[in-house]
């Protein structure tokens, strides 16, 4: 696989990224999409493990998303800006942090966002609670399924 087809499969992967934070954009369907193109394309045996591992990590996340409660963030009062927030934090805690560095992320993107909304702590921890009450799990659960398969992607195609 040429260089432009992994800038390419890279594009896809980022785009599923961002879609997970953008209600009605199938996020893990383009993540796992870009990562079958990938292994259709590859041809060492390790583009289909990273396939199927994808596969039963995403299936995972579905599984428990189903047991969380509905998302019903509109009505939470999220906002753009906090899902930026909050899909930033949980990037930059899963690069600092390996893996686990995703959740406190999270969390700590939609405290901050808050914090510079309200202006007080004490509102500002009520409103993440609130948020990951009202659907921010879920979120969170996909985010961190498909921040999952985008890192064993890159692990692979630069790790060798």
Known sequence: MGAWELLLVGVVLLLG???VLVPGVPGSWLVWAGVMWWALEEPRPIAWWVLVGATVVLLLSRAIRWGLPPRRVRESGATPRMAVYAGVGAFLGFVLLPVLGAIPGFIGGIYLSER???GRHGEAA???RTAMRSGGS???AELFACLLVT????GV???G
Not at 151 to 154: D, N, Q, S, Y
């Open 17 to 19: 990224l961002c879609g």
């Open 126 to 128: 009520a409103a993440v």
């Open 151 to 154: 890192g064993a992607w890159v």
């Open 157 to 159: 195609v630069f790790g």
């Open 116 to 118: 510079l909304r309200l």
């Open 138 to 140: 879920s979120v969170l």
